[in-house]
């Protein structure tokens, strides 16, 4: 098996713990060092008629939401955000944070400047957003008056309901990593395992792995974005009170065609 956090490939599970754990502080300090961005298949939520979404309350007419991030599901990166890790950052940056197109912090990216970005954390059950699980997710939102996009190509994507989706630009805050495994060398991490793998709306994919990352904190940096393709496979699902654009499964061809349809969409010009 192949650990990426240490660019190795191992026998077993056990010597991969014990290699994690041997560099433990290191990865744990280099990760809380870097500035990453981590996408996810959530879109844009637009509400309707109704002002509640399906168990997301307080949703207002004449906003689109944008959702940046969720809690409590193990992404691609073998992370998992746990519930209020997001709370701190919410409120530090609200109205300080811009929404973007591709993460690139230039004028012509801009999609709503940070006066005009709320942030704002929603909890919901995580079978909105179509994963099959009897647990609840946080939803780390963006909401924007919909006068108040000025980028006019992510206006013509959100107005033609295109398959766009959103992406998080984020340091970690405190960190700690999980291990499947009692041993008692691995006390520490296999306490966090049974604090958190209850909680996990895919506990399956951690029962395989074996192991995780666990984001207590994290904090957004400078802005959130508008990008084409998510990191995390759990997948919203329709609404008849609003208009959620999200990803589906789709072919390699139907991939490429709506990559380079959403890259000349999206594409920056002078």
């Not at 007419?61 to 992404?75: E, R």
């Not at 609200?94 to 954390?121: R, W």
Request: proline fraction near 3%; charged fraction near 30%.
């Amino acid at each position: 098996m192949f650990c990426k956090d240490l660019e190795k490939e191992f026998e077993t599970k056990k010597e991969m713990f014990a290699a994690i754990k041997a560099s433990k502080e290191i990865l744990l300090a280099s990760k809380k060092a870097e500035v990453k961005t981590k996408n996810n298949p959530f879109a844009i939520i637009t509400p309707k008629e109704s002002t509640q979404i399906k168990g997301i309350p307080d949703l207002e007419k004449g906003y689109f939401y944008a959702v940046i991030s969720n809690t409590n599901y193990l992404d691609s990166h073998g992370d998992v955000h746990l519930t209020n890790s997001m709370n701190q950052t919410a409120k530090d940056q609200n109205n300080k944070v811009y929404y973007v197109a591709d993460h690139e912090l230039k004028v012509d990216s801009i999609i709503a400047t940070p006066k005009n970005v709320e942030l704002s954390i929603k909890e919901t059950p995580f079978r909105n957003i179509g994963v099959d699980s009897d647990l609840s997710t946080q939803l780390l939102l963006f909401k924007i008056k919909n006068d108040k996009i000025i980028h006019s190509k992510a206006k013509q994507l959100i107005d033609e309901k295109e398959e766009i989706q959103n992406s998080i630009r984020m340091m970690y805050v405190k960190i700690d990593v999980a291990f499947n495994s009692t041993d008692e060398e691995y006390k520490e991490e296999y306490k966090n395992w049974n604090e958190v793998y209850p909680k996990l709306g895919n506990p399956e994919k951690a029962a395989e792995d074996g192991m995780f990352w666990i984001v207590r904190e994290l904090k957004i940096v400078k802005e959130g974005s508008m990008v084409l393709f998510g990191s995390n496979d759990a997948t919203p699902i329709e609404s008849k009170e609003a208009d959620i654009i999200t990803s589906n499964d789709a072919s390699l061809e139907n991939t490429q065609e709506m990559s380079i349809k959403l890259q000349q969409l999206l594409k920056l010009t002078n």
